[in-house]
């Protein structure tokens, strides 16, 4: 659909990712006329290309976003059966390391139960470790915690944007857009590749990792960065149940290409983890600051998760997938108002934890451009980085 300039929206939605569809989705609910500007495709980026664990972000202020976003996918599920499936309890997440590294376990288990004493974490050995999950290793300790839900990549993303577009939000597909401050009808507008000025009341941009470009077109503001994922998507006889993640995944691991050299293995730093949703087992992590060739990267993966599931390394390899995450240099996503804008918002920055806090983001960031009474936490008010 090509959204007319001359016929002004209440609000326009930049980015066609998780929080930018249930965004439209609330908003278009609330009553407001909505067009969804997206450049690529629903869910191009990181809400479709993800490694698929709806999970505690270990962030005692994300908390609540998390849990209000399990709630808002059970509603999905009960509101979209043919297009979204949720399950309903958590498949549980086993972070692992080999036996002679338990002592990182014990330490990230101390953490955990002070900082998020409701994931309950236990402790395994290696012999209950190999009857709990007999494909892993016989050498690594676990420790289990109460959370993870593993869904298809993209299945939430495309379920909020068919909903959207049913309850009457225009969604403009392959439509770059800027933001366009001018003109006297309406305080903001967007403007689109091909010249088109379509005004709005308001604008939310959630484009993820490009946010602060359309933001800020100067380069000036940028509380935003890159980090790179490359996952690797496969099919497994016998896949474990639990999510799998080596300790220490959460951590943003850094390449540094001037070192690079002749060898990626010899510098190239990556984290084990595994979830499998729907058949498909999805192999991952990375989180590098620059593009890397996904091939030789989905290789290095595959080789080094044999070291926690022997004969990964061989399993059929169905895609391989890249996409930038948009982190946060604080490590929590903007939400509210841009700094000095009286009708501009942002929703983004989440990291890894974009489809884990995304849909109550959404709902957040929906009910503040509505003019309803919500609070936002101060932590992740835009303004901290003006």
Request: aromatic share 4%.
């Given at each position: 659909m090509t959204v007319s300039e001359g016929r002004p929206v209440?609000?326009?939605v930049i980015g066609g990712g998780i929080i930018g569809t249930a965004a439209a989705l609330e908003l278009t609910r609330g009553g407001a006329s909505v067009a969804l500007f997206e450049a690529t495709a629903i869910g191009a980026g990181a809400s479709g290309r993800n490694s698929g664990s709806v999970q505690h972000p270990f962030d005692q202020v994300l908390a609540p976003l998390h849990r209000a976003t399990l709630e808002r996918y059970r509603r999905l599920a009960?509101?979209?059966?043919?297009?979204f499936a949720f399950p309903t309890a958590p498949?549980?997440?086993l972070l692992l390391a080999p036996e002679s590294d338990r002592a990182l376990l014990e330490a990230e288990q101390a953490v955990i139960r002070t900082s998020a004493p409701e994931l309950d974490p236990e402790p395994f050995d290696a012999a209950e470790l190999m009857h709990l999950e007999p494909m892993l290793a016989p050498d690594l300790a676990g420790v289990r915690l109460q959370t993870g839900f593993p869904i298809p990549p993209a299945g939430?993303?495309?379920a909020f944007s068919r909903l959207a577009r049913r309850e009457g939000a225009q969604l403009e597909i392959d439509a770059a857009v800027s933001l366009d401050r001018g003109g006297s009808a309406r305080p903001v507008a967007v403007r689109t590749a091909d010249g088109r000025r379509v005004s709005a009341g308001s604008v939310l941009v959630a484009?993820?990792?490009w946010s602060p470009d359309i933001a800020d077109p100067t380069g000036r503001w940028r509380p935003i960065v890159r980090t790179w994922g490359v996952t690797v998507a496969t099919r497994l006889a016998r896949p474990p149940v639990h999510v799998l993640e080596q300790v220490g995944v959460t951590s943003v691991n850094r390449l540094d290409s001037a070192e690079r050299g002749a060898d990626p293995e010899a510098h190239f730093e990556s984290t084990f983890s595994l979830?499998?949703?729907a058949g498909v087992s999805v192999v991952g992590s990375t989180f590098l600051p620059e593009e890397p060739d996904?091939?030789?990267v989905g290789r290095l993966l595959m080789h080094r998760a044999d070291r926690f599931v022997p004969g990964l390394r061989a399993a059929q390899v169905d895609e391989v997938r890249a996409c930038a995450r948009p982190q946060s240099v604080d490590g929590r996503p903007l939400v509210g108002r841009l700094p000095d804008e009286e009708n501009v918002f942002i929703a983004a920055g989440h990291g890894p934890w974009g489809i884990s806090t995304g849909p109550a983001t959404a709902r957040l960031v929906a009910e503040l451009i509505l003019g309803r009474p919500v609070a936002i936490p101060a932590e992740l008010d835009p303004a901290r980085f003006a």
């Open positions: 209440d609000v326009a009960e509101e979209a059966p043919d297009w498949a549980g997440l939430a993303v495309r484009a993820g990792p979830v499998t949703a996904p091939d030789s």
